[in-house]
């Protein structure tokens, strides 16, 4: 199982906005996470968050931020195009894989 650790970014989002994303509350899912893998015998290896979105998965370029709300984005250095969120998994599954983790 892999997981980012939150490091507290900073956002641009309006505060109703922010207020949906906090309904859950992201240390119990962790902790619920963390019990349900010990029960299987499962790894929990964290990840740090940093820069997980912003990394070009297959250059590993670091890009500018982009707007708030952009979902798709394209690499500064290779224009490789990703999803953010598919992108960050797969920077997290690398990640793991260097720490001598299976995927």
Partial sequence: MKLETPEG??????AAARANRV???VSDLRKWLRLQAAKTGATVVE?????????CWKCAHVNRSSAPGTL??????????????ENAARNIRTATCAKG???
């Fill in 9 to 14: 970014e900073k956002t641009d989002q309006p």
């Fill in 23 to 25: 309904r859950a509350s």
């Fill in 47 to 55: 990840i740090p968050s940093k820069d997980t979105t912003r990394a």
């Fill in 72 to 85: 798709v984005w394209t690499c500064e250095s290779c224009g490789e195009r990703w999803d953010q969120d």
């Fill in 101 to 103: 983790k299976r995927p």
